[in-house]
């Protein structure tokens, strides 16, 4: 069991360039979720799908975009990266929210735009 | 707007003290709160509370929610330097599927 796992682990870009981070979870979970965190701001939410088949806004989801390709993966693509979104990605599962189950977190991935 | 605040930002002890961070929340339909340790890495899962004043406990580390206060402490005792890491809570709500995370307590043990 590889619980959640993400790529890339580290990434630069320069400003205007896209990417795609990958991640996924072999946990069966219905949930899934992409934070950043910034130092001084803790996890802030990006987008999340309560299921497969759905997506919602979090708190910062200016400049992003996600994709829920299957139970198993969840991608977050930013088209036109700016300085402002150098930070550290995490990508997170859950059982079911609705039921109070805990999030698992992947490795991080950090990001640094230029 | 739904919030959650931890304190102390950071606190600095010598291994053997022991420590208390706090929790606060103000969220719409509360539904659990959960408590993460986060070293170099991803944050890992410590406590999961749902019921006003029944004490969670795994070794050294013990917490406890307070409904009416809407609050919750994480206490750590004996602390040894591995102790060392952000701490950080999480609020869940009854209406949809989102987790409101506090901005973390940077705990440091020094031997």
């Known amino acids: 069991n590889a619980g959640v796992t993400q790529t890339p682990k580290f990434q630069v870009l320069k400003t205007g360039q896209s990417m795609t981070l990958q991640c996924a979870q072999d946990?069966?979970?219905?949930?899934m979720y992409w934070y950043r965190q910034d130092p001084g701001m803790g996890l802030r939410l990006i987008y999340y799908s309560a299921s497969e088949g759905t997506t919602d806004k979090g708190e910062v989801p200016n400049g992003y975009n996600v994709s829920r390709l299957n139970k198993r993966e969840f991608s977050l693509r930013l088209e036109s990266a700016a300085p402002s979104q150098t930070s550290v990605y995490f990508c997170a599962s859950s059982k079911s929210p609705g039921q109070g189950y805990e999030q698992f977190f992947g490795p991080g991935t950090r990001l640094t735009v230029l | 707007e739904d919030k959650v605040v931890q304190s102390p930002l950071s606190l600095v002890v010598h291994e053997g003290d022991t420590v208390t961070l706090n929790c606060s929340y103000e969220?719409?339909?509360?539904?659990?709160l959960l408590w993460y340790k986060q070293e170099k890495k991803a944050p890992t899962f410590l406590f999961m509370l749902t019921s006003s004043g029944i004490e969670k406990k795994s070794g050294r580390l013990s917490s406890i929610l307070d409904k009416k206060e809407l609050s919750s402490i994480l206490n750590i005792t004996a602390t040894q330097t591995g102790d060392s890491a952000i701490y950080l809570c999480a609020v869940s709500v009854n209406t949809g599927n989102q987790f409101y995370f506090g901005t973390g307590t940077s705990l440091t043990v020094i031997p």
């Open positions: 946990m069966n979970h219905n949930s």
């Open positions: 969220v719409t339909n509360f539904r659990s």
